[in-house]
């Protein structure tokens, strides 16, 4: 209990002298920086210091003005002498306290930063002191007074994120998907809204809504959705690849209007604006599309989230296995989309047989693609239309042209496609003239090989 108590005792004195207003004397005038002031009477010898805050706030008063300086605690710069720094961006000054009994003024000069004074609580110690020995002592620490500072301000930061540091909701969610728990953030961002920090968000996954909450606090939560597309696929559990959403009514920015992919059980990619994938059709590559800073640094402002917080940092610790896994993921995207899209899309019937016509309009098309650098390879083709569409002045009701819709078969890199194609035959009055391609539809659907090749001869 005596421990206790003289342990007590001791913190309340350091606390009582931390807080006090200290008072330094200097053996030489100090510079305050009064406007207009004239050196001899823009000095002070006498320093009121306050570190109430865990800042530095020091009053220096010459004939000609008063300042109060308030300077940023930059931590501890020696040990040994229990010496604390403390700068002052605006006004460039700063203060070393050694022990609440010595002080060293310093400020920038220039790009360097020196030494202008040294005093002490004790007037007689304050006159044995030298400028010249602090220098020597406190070279290397006003050299690295920059870096100081940036520390110092990530250290005000940190402390203001934990301060406002969002309280992740601790409801228990599943699906049977196996998607909803904790999912931890590969950065922490930042709710304008709420004014709160998340580093981690409860996934709820609501598979009969076709949608996910992520919440990140208490009545706060952001939404993610299934594009429509996929919803009966996901609604008759034959969906195998399923990633989500994000609308502009987020207010988790980095949640807004990006794609969530998994790129891992339980690993989430959340796509950015800097750095994106393009995807071949047929999925055989992915081109990953980037911006750089001004340093000619790839912009990587993906973010990643997942139920592992050590595999989220070791993903965002590995950019190249991250782009391997996520060009992995984009494969597997596209196909799942190919095949939803073909089951949405089955290939139009066969309107007539026309062998003669159905290969002019195939010699056509190839010559199109040949000119256009298509990257398919195409099959053949059949005529979907049963019948010549007239098509006449829409004024004069007088007889322009005919034309007829083909679906033409196309392959790339194993996978089978098609596409509707129109041709076009002019009318001079008396006849209609020679086959020419009109124009494509520029809606390539995906297909099973099987059915997409059964019609070739």
């Known amino acids: 209990m005596k421990n206790i108590l003289v342990s007590s005792v001791l913190f309340l004195l350091s606390v009582g002298v931390n807080a006090q207003a200290l008072e330094f004397n200097f053996a030489s005038a100090v510079p305050v920086g009064c406007s207009n002031a004239k050196p001899i009477t823009d000095g002070v010898k006498k320093i009121t210091v306050d570190l109430a805050t865990g800042n530095a706030v020091f009053s220096m008063q010459s004939l000609n003005c008063k300042k109060d300086i308030k300077a940023e605690n930059l931590g501890v710069v020696n040990e040994s002498s229990k010496a604390t720094a403390y700068f002052d961006e605006k006004s460039e000054k700063g203060i070393i306290i050694e022990a609440n009994e010595k002080a060293v003024v310093f400020e920038k000069n220039q790009n360097a930063y020196v030494v202008t004074g040294v005093g002490h609580v004790d007037k007689k110690i304050a006159k044995t002191l030298s400028i010249e020995t602090e220098k020597t002592t406190y070279n290397s620490v006003l050299a690295d007074i920059p870096n100081l500072i940036t520390k110092a301000k990530i250290r005000k930061k940190e402390a203001e994120m934990a301060a406002k540091m969002a309280k992740l909701p601790e409801t228990e969610y599943k699906d049977e998907y196996d998607i909803s728990g904790i999912y931890y ?9 709420s004014d709160k920090y998340v580093n981690a968000i409860n996934f709820q996954f609501i598979v009969a809504e076709n949608k996910a909450l992520l919440h990140y606090h208490e009545g706060l939560k952001n939404e993610v959705f299934i ?22 009514m987020n207010s988790l920015e980095p949640f807004a209007n990006e794609i969530f992919m998994p790129i891992e059980k339980d690993v989430y990619y959340v796509s950015g604006d800097q750095f994106g994938t393009d995807t071949r059709l047929d999925c055989s590559s992915v081109k990953l599309t980037t911006n750089k800073d001004a340093s000619g640094n790839i912009i990587r402002d993906y973010l990643i989230i997942g139920k592992d917080k050590k595999r989220v940092e070791e993903l965002n610790n590995n950019p190249e296995l991250l782009e391997k896994l996520l060009i992995k993921s984009c494969i597997e995207m596209c196909e799942a989309y190919n095949v939803v899209r073909a089951g949405r899309n089955p290939m139009p019937g066969e309107g007539r047989v026309d062998e003669k016509l159905a290969s002019e309009a195939f010699e056509l098309t190839k010559k199109h693609a040949a000119s256009k650098n298509w ?4 099959e053949y083709c059949y005529i979907k239309s049963p019948e010549w569409v007239i098509i006449r002045n829409k004024v004069t009701g007088v007889i322009l042209s005919r034309s007829t819709r083909v679906v033409v078969i196309m392959t790339s890199n194993g ?4 596409e509707e194609m129109e041709i076009r035959q002019d009318y001079d009055g008396a006849q209609f003239g020679k086959t020419y391609f009109y124009g494509n539809s520029g809606n390539i659907v995906p297909a099973e090989c099987t059915d997409a090749m059964k019609k070739k001869k």
Do not use: V
């Open 375 to 378: 990257p398919q390879k195409l």
């Open 185 to 193: 953030l590969s950065r922490t961002i930042h709710d304008p809204k």
């Open 415 to 418: 996978k089978c496609m098609w």
């Open 227 to 248: 594009e429509g597309i996929y919803r009966k696929a996901l609604q008759a559990k034959s969906l195998s690849y399923i990633y989500f959403m994000g609308d502009n």
